[in-house]
């Protein structure tokens, strides 16, 4: 396995950069600063975008961000992509959504993420994924933004309670994605990773062979086609076991910054 020839690492956030306390440990940070000049790296996230920021403030300007699940993406401080969901649909999903007595619906716009409940306990959780919120009387009125994405939250298994419920709109020009456990996500058909990561390596002249990338989940199968080093993390569900090509230890071990030692140590042996 000869990662010298690398110059793009892409890695989830949740399960994968994150460990289970959602934070990046200072290891990282540190490998960063010595394969900036080698890599560019990217950070891939059902995540808003200023979520994914909080976490990165310190490199977001030598980064690029992938954001809702592909629907978002910022290379440094320009707008590379935007994927977005059309009123229309958004009009007609609402309503399908509020008739649930078991999930919460959050619209994701660009500027900001909306919800319509006040359940204390929903947004004590919700706020870990979007720092930049407005509670809104109807989620059907807001007009103000460009909209990425639905992502609905159970409090047990998006998979289980909420995909059954949904996976009949992929045949009406959208994408359902099981994002994580407790997320499901319903957006433009090409608002995945893959998608916007395909045109990144595209601009950048990077080959898949190139290309290293880490992933935990569902939303993680799409760009984790688009690596020859593409690796599970130890803790990820078994589909994506199934399509990386290598794995590595878990988040709460480390396992992306694992392997970004064993790609320094390639790089300076050039």
Same mark, same amino acid.
């Given at each position: 396995?000869?990662?010298?020839?690398? +110059?793009?690492?892409?890695?989830d956030?949740?399960? $994968?950069?994150?460990?289970?306390?959602?934070?990046?440990?200072?290891?990282?940070?540190?490998?960063?600063?010595?394969?900036?000049?080698?890599?560019?790296?990217?950070?891939?996230?059902?995540?808003q975008?200023?979520?994914?920021?909080? +976490?990165l403030?310190?490199?977001?300007?030598?980064? $690029?961000?992938?954001?809702?699940?592909?629907?978002?993406?910022m290379?440094?401080?320009?707008?590379?992509?935007?994927?977005?969901?059309?009123?229309?649909?958004?009009?007609?999903?609402i309503?399908l959504?509020?008739k649930?007595?078991y999930?919460y619906?959050?619209?994701?716009?660009?500027?900001?993420?909306?919800?319509? $409940?006040?359940?204390?306990?929903?947004?004590?959780?919700?706020?870990?994924?979007?720092?930049?919120? @407005?509670?809104?009387?109807?989620?059907?009125?807001?007009?103000?933004?460009?909209?990425?994405?639905?992502?609905?939250?159970?409090?047990?298994?998006?998979?289980?309670?909420?995909?059954?419920?949904?996976?009949?709109?992929?045949?009406?020009?959208?994408?359902i994605?099981?994002?994580?456990?407790?997320?499901?996500?319903?957006?433009?058909p090409?608002?995945?990773?893959g998608?916007a990561?395909?045109?990144?390596?595209e +601009?950048?002249?990077?080959? @898949?062979?190139?290309?290293?990338?880490?992933?935990?989940?569902?939303?993680?199968?799409?760009?984790?086609?688009?690596?020859?080093?593409?690796?599970?993390?130890?803790?990820?569900?078994?589909?994506? @076991?199934?399509?990386?090509?290598y794995?590595?230890?878990?988040?709460?071990?480390?396992?992306?910054?694992?392997?970004?030692?064993k790609?320094?140590?390639?790089k300076k042996?050039?």
């Amino acid at each position: 396995m000869d990662l010298s020839k690398v +110059k793009l690492v892409v890695t989830d956030m949740d399960g $994968t950069l994150l460990n289970s306390k959602h934070e990046v440990s200072s290891k990282f940070f540190s490998l960063f600063s010595e394969l900036k000049n080698h890599i560019h790296f990217v950070a891939a996230s059902g995540r808003q975008y200023h979520s994914i920021i909080h +976490k990165l403030e310190t490199i977001k300007d030598d980064i $690029t961000v992938i954001a809702e699940n592909g629907g978002f993406a910022m290379q440094g401080n320009q707008e590379f992509m935007v994927t977005s969901l059309s009123n229309e649909k958004i009009q007609q999903l609402i309503p399908l959504i509020r008739k649930l007595n078991y999930g919460y619906a959050v619209l994701c716009g660009k500027n900001s993420a909306y919800i319509e $409940t006040r359940d204390e306990y929903f947004i004590s959780l919700f706020d870990e994924y979007y720092i930049k919120y @407005k509670i809104v009387d109807d989620l059907t009125k807001v007009t103000n933004d460009e909209f990425l994405k639905i992502a609905v939250y159970h409090f047990e298994s998006s998979e289980e309670y909420l995909y059954p419920t949904f996976s009949y709109l992929k045949d009406k020009d959208l994408l359902i994605k099981v994002s994580e456990q407790n997320w499901l996500d319903i957006s433009h058909p090409d608002a995945n990773k893959g998608h916007a990561l395909k045109h990144l390596q595209e +601009k950048l002249g990077i080959s @898949k062979e190139e290309t290293v990338v880490f992933g935990d989940y569902n939303n993680d199968l799409e760009m984790l086609k688009l690596a020859h080093f593409s690796y599970a993390m130890k803790n990820a569900i078994p589909k994506v @076991k199934e399509v990386a090509n290598y794995e590595t230890k878990s988040n709460d071990e480390q396992g992306v910054e694992f392997i970004l030692e064993k790609l320094l140590k390639a790089k300076k042996s050039l």
